[in-house]
Nanobody, 125 residues
């Protein structure tokens, strides 16, 4: 059974940095893209960033591009978040998905997804 475990969330002041890590196990993820979604209270889950299984291809939402960096190493994915803003406050979910196309931007959930439990990121002003 697939298991994704996130770590690294917490409380930080605006302008600060945090790093999120996600480790996947339980199946072969070599052909899965991995990425992050987030959900703030009262809002829908939204795409943050994703990395392909190989080749270094990445996707970023416009709201985090140039501030966040996603990296992938086999069954782990990390998200370096710099210059954090209060609007980045949310629960961040790690996702593994055997699809690499622009549906990462438009589909917050697909049936093939594997999800972590989420980690809280809170940015104070």
């Amino acid at each position: 059974q697939a298991l994704l475990v996130e770590s690294g969330g917490g409380l930080v002041q605006a302008g600060g940095s945090l790093r999120l890590d996600c480790a996947a196990s339980g199946r072969t993820f070599s052909l899965y893209a991995m990425g992050w979604f987030r959900q703030a209270p009262g809002k829908e889950r939204e795409f943050v960033a994703a990395a392909r299984w190989s080749g270094g291809d990445t996707y970023y939402s416009d709201s985090v591009k140039d501030r966040f960096t996603i990296s992938r190493d086999k069954n782990t994915v990390s998200l370096q978040m710099n210059n954090l803003k209060p609007e980045d406050t949310a629960v961040y979910y790690c996702t593994a998905r055997p699809i690499w196309d622009r549906t990462w931007y438009t589909q917050s959930k697909v049936s093939e997804d594997c999800w972590g439990q989420g980690t809280q990121v809170t940015v104070s002003s």
